[in-house]
């Protein structure tokens, strides 16, 4: 009865290689997103979707793309995959009511290590 | 300029005492929302606490309390009779309604360790 669920939790691959990371929420909320969190631990937006729509996009390169296929799910898919790729990317969820204080939960994390 | 600052890298604290862990932000908006997360070694990002910037009363969940001081825009967490499972990362985070209060934006977070 996971809220916010993510898989792999580990993906260990070589640079230049294509991965995909998957995200489901089954709390029935409207908006979805991605984080990155950096070595240091600095968390940092990247997409946010709202049913199923690109409402944000962090100027994150193009070998980054997001795909939601219903409100219930949005993977990540990332290109050529750099160095500097290397994180945890987080999925979180939440209402869509879009005001101070809707809270957003998180998946447990994609630990991504690029060779 | 850094919308959210955390200036504790990291705390020390015992077991069954308090402790508060610094969060200042930077809005010129009117609306908006203040967070705090905790995350273990485990990973997970675990939400704790919320303010909003027009609640007259601070914060608390079980022995979590938010010390919001409006006019100074800090917003410190407090946590009472630590437990070693309060070790952890602790981060601030602020959205606002000039970004449609879709954007979580963090600090760099204070990491705790609550000794016996």
């Known amino acids: 009865d996971t809220a916010v669920s993510q898989t792999p939790k580990y993906l260990v691959t070589q640079m230049g290689n294509d991965k995909s990371i998957k995200c489901e929420q089954n709390l029935g909320h409207d908006t979805m997103y991605w984080y990155k969190q950096d070595s240091k631990k600095f968390l940092k937006i990247m997409f946010s979707?709202?049913?199923?729509?690109?409402?944000i996009n962090e100027t994150v390169p193009n070998r980054f793309s997001p795909k939601s296929p219903d409100k219930a799910h949005l993977n990540l898919h990332i290109n050529s995959l750099e160095l500097g790729d290397s994180a945890v990317y987080f999925c979180?969820?939440?209402?869509?009511?879009?005001?101070?204080?809707?809270?957003?939960?998180f998946g447990p994390g994609t630990r991504l290590l690029v060779l | 300029a850094q919308k959210i600052t955390q200036t504790q890298p990291g705390m020390f604290v015992q077991e069954k005492e308090a402790v508060t862990l610094d969060c200042t932000y930077d809005?010129?908006?009117?609306?908006?929302?203040l967070f705090w997360y905790k995350q273990p070694s485990s990973g997970e990002m675990i939400f704790l606490i919320y303010?909003?910037?027009?609640?007259?009363q601070n914060a608390t969940e079980g022995r979590y309390s938010l010390n919001f001081q409006k006019a100074r825009k800090s917003a410190n967490l407090v946590i009472s009779a630590s437990q070693l499972g309060d070790s952890a990362m602790y981060f601030c985070a602020m959205r606002e309604r000039r970004t449609g209060f879709q954007k979580l934006v963090f600090g760099t977070g204070t990491r705790l360790l609550v000794s016996p």
């Open positions: 303010q909003g910037s027009y609640d007259q």
């Open positions: 809005t010129s908006d009117p609306s908006y929302g």
């Open positions: 979180a969820s939440s209402q869509g009511q879009d005001t101070a204080q809707e809270t957003q939960y």
């Open positions: 979707y709202n049913n199923k729509e690109l409402i």
